[in-house]
Structures are given as C-alpha cells and as structure tokens.
C-alpha cells in the first residue's frame, strides 16, 4: 500500500534554491536575443577594448535580472580580466555604497568603515583596475532608485570618465531599469548622455506558452516526480499571468509546496495554491505600488475606489474623476494608464460594441489595492 503521508524526515523539494528568486537556471529559455544584444556590448572588452554600454528596461519580472546574473556567470568563468558587479540599486542607492561595492569586489573586503571619502574609494577602485588590468563591467539593477536628487547622473559620471583621469581605464555599464514611463531625455544630463550613449534592450513580458514552459522546468527540477499535477500546473499559470509578474508563479510553487509539506501530504492540491496565492499576490502587489510615483499610485487610488462598487468604468469616466480631485491633465493621465496596464496592475481594453471607448480593470482585490496605498 502506498504511504500518503510525509514522514518527519522526508520532503517534497529535489531543490528548494530552484524556487528562490535569485536562482539562475542552467537553461535559461525565451531570452536569447536580449542576451544575444547584451553579448554584443560585451564583446569588444573581451579584445582589450572599452565594453559598449547598454539600457535594459520591461516590467518587473521579465527576466532582466536573471539575464544580467547569467551573462555576468558566462564572462567570469571565460575570462579573467572582465570584473563583473552586479548592483541592486533598491539596496546601495548612493555612489559611495555603489562604488564600495565595487571596491570590494576587487579589493576582497570592503573599504574602511568610517573616514573614508568617495573620491578615496573611486580613486582606489581605478588604481586597482589598472594594476590588474581589468575592464568593469557594473549593472546597476533598478535604475530607477537612483533618479532621486540625480543620484544617477552622480554615479554615472565618474564612471564613464574615468579613463580621461586614469589612462588605460575600461569601464562599461548596463542600467536596468523596470520603470516603463521614464523619460530618459530628461533623466541623464548632456554630461552623461554624450558618453553613456547606450543600446536599449526591451525585455517584454513572457506570454503564458512561455510561463507555463518555465515553470514547468523548475517543477521538473524542484519538486519530485508526483509532486505536482498537470492540473495544478495549469492552476499556477494562471494565477501567475493574473498576477502579471513570473516572479509571483515561482514563489508560489514554493509557498504551495511547503503546505503540503507542512500537512505530510505527497502533493501539492488547489487550496495549497490557492492559500499560497493570497501571500504571493499581496508580496507581488507591495513591490508593483512601491515602485510607482506619487502621482501614479494618486490615479490607481482613484481606479481602486471607482473599482468597489463592481461597476465597469471607462478610461474616459476615470479621468474625469482624476481630473477633478487631483487636476491631472489627459495627457500625462494617459501615460500613467498606459504605465499601470503595462506592469499589469490594471487591464486596459476596448469595450465591445463601443467604438473606441477603453475600458478599465483592476487586476487585484480593490480593498487589498486601497489598504496597501494607505
């Protein structure tokens, strides 16, 4: 007779890191042109030369990270003399904690603690690039945390011209960037931009053929044979394309199976997914409104209370409402829909029998919606 129940020493996880969101998987799928784009950036650094520098940008969880972890993993395990850092600018959002990171990649450990300028640790980091003759490669991931006080162009600017102050110096930088409305005209100053002079990379979300694939590659690799049914599969893909995020499915696999593995059962069934759903969905939502401006998440407010009463509401209806309270103008109130609908916090779609009247819906529970915003 079969066992249904777990025992105390048993697991439903081949591999747990499978599920993690920094996993980088051996087969990396639906990517190969943008890695094929990065890879061109690459190449004249590989022949001594100075590394052409790139734009990546796409909703969040597109791939764009994985991406740049997976170029980065290939560069050092050819070459010695490319220097990888990768930077979550979510996390060190200043140019010294950018450029301490830096230093300590070269370096082995990180600069001293206290009295210890920028201009000290830019000047080490450029003197250690050329006694090992090392090009930089730096991606600074969430680009988007630096457009405060210009921090961005304060960062960049140095980096870009550090050969004109120490000879021989190569420096390449990848900007990644999630935030679909940025003005990059605006965004880098004339001091920047004459050097930066980046190729711009789009990551567009993965269609749900795709997300079911990936997925089922890290079930495969993840769980163990049994663990999750075709059904349930299909049951996580969906809740990861209403989700809009792949990053919300990935976690959900693991949140379904740890309940499972909680209970003792040998597999994962709906309610699993279902119970895991309502924390992903709300972890998903917390880092979609925490990445918006304040006009943005003004006019989603305005969407989520119009959103309560289950009535259908117009593009145009919602403007006039956003325009009433907060004076918002059509234009730069379009750009703001088209942004929400991108990062898919809202559908945005024709109604039928309508002409061209757009009709809008929130993809989340409007109280979940309101109670993050307060």
């Known amino acids: ?45 590989l022949r001594g030369g100075r590394p052409l520098n790139s734009l990546c940008r ?7 990270t994985t991406s740049i972890r997976k170029l980065f993993e290939e560069i050092e ?10 930077v979550n600018c979510k996390i060190d959002n200043t140019r010294y904690a950018i450029l301490a990171k830096v230093y300590k990649r070269l370096a082995g450990h990180q600069p001293q603690p206290t009295g210890t300028s920028f201009k000290q640790v830019y000047d ?74 980046p190729t711009e990379v789009f990551f567009s979300p993965y269609s749900a053929s795709e997300v079911e694939e990936i997925l089922r590659m890290r079930v ?23 989700g809009g995020d792949l990053r919300v499915g990935i976690d959900l696999l693991k949140r379904a199976g740890l309940l499972a593995e909680r209970d003792a059962r040998r597999s994962v069934c709906r309610d699993d997914i279902c119970r895991a759903y309502e924390v992903s969905e709300r972890f998903h939502l917390v880092s979609l409104i925490r990445s918006l401006r304040d006009d943005e998440k003004a006019v989603l407010g305005v969407i989520a209370s119009m959103s309560e009463g289950g009535l259908e509401m117009s593009a145009g209806e919602v403007h006039t409402r956003v325009k009433e309270e907060m004076g918002i103008g059509y234009t730069r109130y379009y750009e703001i829909v088209q942004k929400l609908d991108t990062i898919r916090l809202i559908n945005l779609d024709y109604r039928a029998g309508r002409g061209r009247t757009r009709e809008i819906g929130l993809r989340f529970a409007p109280e979940m919606v309101l109670a993050e915003l307060a």
């Open 1 to 45: 007779m079969t066992k249904k129940l777990l025992m105390w020493d048993e697991t439903l996880f081949r591999d747990l890191t499978v599920f993690e969101i920094d996993f980088v998987p051996d087969e990396f799928r639906f990517r190969e042109e943008q890695l094929s784009a990065l890879s061109f950036q690459i190449q004249p650094a």
């Open 220 to 242: 495969g690799q993840g769980f163990y044979p049994g663990v999750l049914s075709e059904e349930m599969l299909q049951l996580v893909v969906d809740q990861t394309m209403r």
């Open 77 to 86: 395990e050819n070459t010695k003399k490319i220097a990888c850092v990768h």
């Open 58 to 64: 796409g909703p969040p969880g597109t791939g764009k």
């Open 124 to 197: 080490a980091v450029c003197r250690l690039l050329q006694k090992e003759d090392l090009t930089l490669i730096i991606c600074l991931d969430d680009a988007n945390y630096l457009l405060y006080e210009n921090e961005i162009n304060n960062v960049l600017y140095p980096l870009l011209r550090a050969h004109e102050e120490y000879e021989s110096v190569r420096v390449g930088v990848i900007v990644v960037f999630s935030d679909m409305d940025v003005d990059f005209q605006k965004v880098f100053e004339i001091r920047v931009a004459s050097v930066l002079r």
